[in-house]
């Protein structure tokens, strides 16, 4: 999934801001039942609130870089990871 | 529909709601506890009773929730204009509609069609009667949910989590301890004046209507030993909202339910518990919840 699709998909959510961490509750037709919603830390949060239809995932690790104390490898890493998640998590509901 | 032939009032979590018809109404055994003597309050709810199942209302709706598994629907949700139409199918016949029903925008006023069985009509016929009470929860500032709920005298304790995780055991055991059980399975939790209460609600059985304060919260799970973790922030709001009844359609359902839940979890403990099921969980549990 690209950051393109993540901005699309976000329609698809509602957030919930609360003690620096995000909620995301998907909006769904159906009964499905989660173990828990999903809650994005500080660095995936910036991913959600920073991504927009034309960014690509180099230049979101370069933002990231800029941000946090981390190296553009990791930043990638955590890219992909929640990318993979919101997938799985639209997957379910 | 002012003057009609049966109305009576049902107190269920200190709500009234008000069931009008000019047919003759049963009521399942559960609900029969829970009516409360006519008066010339207002009430919070009203449920206008009619006969003759029509589903043509339905046809100009768009189709916005289904509540199935893979072998059956139970439910369905349409959209109509700012109303909401309700199906409802027969669990025991395939496809076949048992009710349906019409909640208006104000979220107050439903009216039910069902049929004429022996002379009366079933209007909260399961599982219509938990549908209306979540619908109500929607309204105000509380929430349905799966958990059990044990009373200490002072305090309610809830235990939730999914099925088969030990919500029936953990009653057992807080029976056994001396507890009152509110009910171990649906359970309603209201915010009044910043404090939270839980109520039973009607079920299959008859039970008095109870109420107690609520102190504290237990995701509950099996484990090869006691084990306890309180929980706070976005954690414990996810964690626990995953258990209420949810028909997660609508943006603002979702928004209410997450303020209801954030400010619960200010007030209210919220654990995370891995339980042996044996009564040394009951001591475990007063230890830590203090």
């Known amino acids: 999934m690209q950051l393109k699709k993540l901005v699309e998909l976000?329609?698809?959510?509602?957030?919930?801001?609360?003690?620096?961490?995000?909620?995301?509750?998907?909006?769904?037709?159906?009964?499905?039942?989660?173990?828990?919603?999903?809650?994005?830390?500080?660095?995936?949060?910036?991913?959600?609130?920073?991504?927009?239809?034309?960014?690509?995932?180099?230049?979101?690790e370069d933002l990231m870089t800029d941000t946090f104390n981390i190296d553009a490898a990791t930043a990638g890493k955590d890219i992909i990871a929640f990318l993979k998640n919101i997938e799985n998590l639209l997957k379910k509901s | 529909m002012q003057n009609c032939r049966y109305s009576f009032n049902l107190g269920i979590a200190d709500y009234t709601i008000r069931l009008l018809s000019d047919s003759e109404i049963k009521l399942e055994e559960g609900y029969l506890p829970f009516v409360i003597p006519e008066s010339i309050q207002v009430p919070d709810f009203t449920i206008e009773c009619l006969t003759e199942?029509?589903?043509?209302?339905?046809?100009?709706?768009?189709?916005?929730?289904?509540?199935?598994?893979?072998?059956?629907?139970?439910?369905?949700?349409?959209?109509?204009?700012?109303?909401?139409?309700?199906?409802?199918?027969?669990?025991?016949?395939?496809d076949e509609i048992q009710q349906v029903a019409l909640l208006d925008r104000t979220f107050t006023h439903w009216k039910v069609w069902s049929e004429i069985i022996e002379n009366a009509i079933i209007p909260l016929k399961y599982p219509l009667g938990p549908i209306i009470m979540h619908y109500i929860t929607l309204k105000t500032s509380a929430v349905m949910m799966h958990a059990s709920a044990a009373f200490d005298g002072n305090n309610a304790r809830l235990f939730t989590g999914f099925s088969g995780v030990g919500k029936s055991t953990i009653s057992r055991l807080m029976a056994?301890?001396?507890?009152?059980?509110?009910?171990?399975?649906?359970?309603?939790?209201?915010?009044?004046?910043?404090?939270?209460?839980?109520?039973?609600?009607?079920?299959?059985?008859?039970?008095?209507?109870?109420?107690?304060?609520?102190?504290?919260?237990?995701?509950?799970?099996?484990?090869?030993?006691?084990?306890?973790?309180?929980?706070?922030?976005?954690?414990?709001?996810?964690?626990?909202?995953?258990?209420?009844?949810?028909?997660?359609?609508?943006?603002?359902?979702?928004?209410?339910?997450?303020?209801?839940?954030?400010?619960?979890?200010?007030?209210?403990?919220?654990?995370e518990l891995g339980f042996v099921p044996n009564e040394q969980v009951v001591h475990f549990i007063k230890e830590h919840d203090v």
């Open chain 2, 176 to 271: 056994d301890a001396g507890n009152q059980i509110i009910n171990d399975d649906r359970i309603i939790i209201r915010n009044i004046d910043s404090s939270y209460f839980v109520y039973n609600t009607p079920m299959y059985y008859a039970d008095k209507p109870k109420k107690a304060l609520l102190k504290s919260v237990f995701l509950i799970s099996h484990s090869p030993e006691n084990k306890i973790k309180k929980l706070s922030g976005a954690t414990a709001i996810s964690k626990v909202m995953a258990f209420c009844i949810q028909n997660n359609f609508d943006k603002q359902f979702i928004q209410n339910r997450l303020t209801f839940f954030g400010e619960l979890c200010k007030t209210v403990s919220i654990f």
């Open chain 2, 53 to 94: 199942i029509n589903t043509a209302q339905f046809e100009a709706g768009d189709l916005v929730f289904e509540a199935k598994n893979d072998k059956q629907r139970f439910y369905s949700i349409y959209s109509i204009g700012s109303e909401l139409g309700f199906v409802v199918y027969n669990q025991q016949k395939e």
């Open chain 1, 10 to 60: 976000k329609s698809r959510f509602v957030a919930r801001e609360v003690d620096n961490e995000l909620i995301l509750v998907p909006l769904t037709n159906n009964v499905a039942q989660m173990s828990e919603l999903f809650t994005l830390n500080e660095t995936a949060k910036f991913i959600w609130e920073n991504a927009t239809d034309t960014m690509t995932i180099p230049e979101m």
